[in-house]
């Protein structure tokens, strides 16, 4: 029985496969984005083998809805559309075709005749973000605060090690980030696909991947799986030597959202708008992962240490709220250039939303350096003040869920 | 720019045979003799996770699809997660032994995500079959690390959990068409363009 079930194992094995696995796009003409100088007679989609045409294979969408194909035909394996003279514009395509391996693989991807393609996130029929796109973002920006602000925390302002509990925060921020971050990207490919989830599985996310967002995800997935080695080192081993790239990488990665948000892509950004965005980015993550440091571990665990990490963390804070305040006047006036757009535009309104909470966050952390400090200072104690930081990095969550929804949504032209 | 998906595949086969070699070498001569030179006991949790660490670029290089994305996604977290807890085991930072009950997660995990992100029959072709055997060898194979969390000393469970990576290392060798010991492209994938 043994000696049958080895030998049909090794025959299944060496028994011709059938294919590959799925059929992957391997390219179109036209091309990803490309834009072309006249209007293409034909749209073709190569693939890396034999796939079966389905109806309606190829859809055509200018930006004002779709558009008749005459004739789609299956060539081997290349699947190709003749399509009508085209005016000048962005045009998407949207294609599904039956696989060697019975599986219906789709995608999207854009070009343009005699302008601009449209990023295929922004392709015919994407809804853009939606509440549970803001959700993960925020999600995402929680995340840098636990494993960055950690980090930071831990480096510029306690200057010691820690609990174990510091290492078990700051290791879950690495963990919620990979896949926080892995969810933002699914839900942003599933709108630009527009496909049912069960569909999405087999959604071809090339062209997806070649945006500026989909390279920053690939560059923020890799730093931050590279972070969260270095973490996982440094708990190992003891050593801090490991913590310093961890934290500085952390930091640097963590600028992919400013180099592919509003601040890299929108109209008027620039080095500076890239720039701005990152330190506004940064001070705000390393502030609220500070306060949720001293509220989780040092304040609980290290009685002994509360003064001189108050103390030191109130300078750190100072820092981080000018950085903050500097940064954000800058691109609010980069990108409401009129006074009245705060009021008159949803972009505004929401961005009013934010400047309060950021100044109830401003005046919360003030009282906390004007009271609290000096008494710590002096060696003395204040009933209730872990709970009053507790508040203050609760506001600072809720900034944060707002400026989710603020990077979603569209500033004003 | 990218590597053949055949050659990735390789590579990780090479890593996960090394680790299985590691783990029965261990498995031969005895823990006590295996761990004689401190180092050793830190090579196949090490290499656990560097194969995990080195599955992140797989995982968002090679994006044809998302069911692809997500499966590479999950066997570089369980690599990395597995890894790291048998490396805090051997450095003496966990104490436990249910802590290894992590690697019996990992190795459900890894084998489930085989078998969802294959979503052909068995004989459909040989990457199926391959992709039904793994998935099921390590869902089977999690009885070993389960087995070792309470008789640590059960040599049944440190062989069978040594060959489990020795054999996983074996049908990676064989996952892809142009694989070398059973080597030819499909009729249906056209004429050969490697």
Redesign the interface.
Known sequence: MRRALLVATVC???????????A??ERTSPGFEQRLPVSPRTVTLHF???IERLPHAIRLYSARGELAVPRIRDK??DLVATVPQLRAGGYTIRWHALS????V?SGVFTFGVRAKAPAPTAAFGASGPTRTEDVVRWLYFLSLALLVGGLGFRLLVARRPLPGRFFAIVGFGA?AT??VG?AGF?LR?EDALQLPFGR???????P??RTRFGTA??AM??GF??V??LV?LA???DRDVFLWPAFLVGLGFASGLSLSGHSAADAGSSWTSELADWAHLSAAILWIGGLLQLVAVVWPLLPEARRATLLAFSRLATVCVGVLLAAGVYLSILRLPQLDDLWTTGYGQILLVKISLVALAFAWGGLHQLRAVPVVARGGTLPRLRASIAGESMVGMIVLLVAAILVNANPPH | MQPPAEHVHWLFATGVLLLGLCLLAEGVVGTEIWRRRAWRAYLWPGLAFTLGVLMWPVMTFYTNSTIHMLAHGAWAEMLMLAGAVELALVRGKLHSQAWRLTMAAALVVSGLAFLVHEQNSWFFQRSSFLHHLMGWTLLFAAVFPLVRSVRPRSQTAVIGFALTFVVIAVFLYCDRDVAPVFGHISPLAGAPHR
Do not use: E, K, M
């Not at chain 1, 299944?12 to 799925?22: E, K, R, S």
């Not at chain 1, 060697?100 to 599986?103: A, K, T, Y």
């Not at chain 1, 999405?200 to 090339?206: A, K, N, P, V």
């Open positions: 299944v094995l060496a028994l011709p496969a059938q294919a590959f696995a799925h992957t796009l890396d083998q034999y081997g394996r060697g391996d019975g599986h693989v963990f990979l896949n892995i699914l490919a999405l599985l087999y959604g071809d996310l090339s997806i991947v995800f690939i997935t890799l799986a590279a969260a080695a996982f708990w190992l081993t």
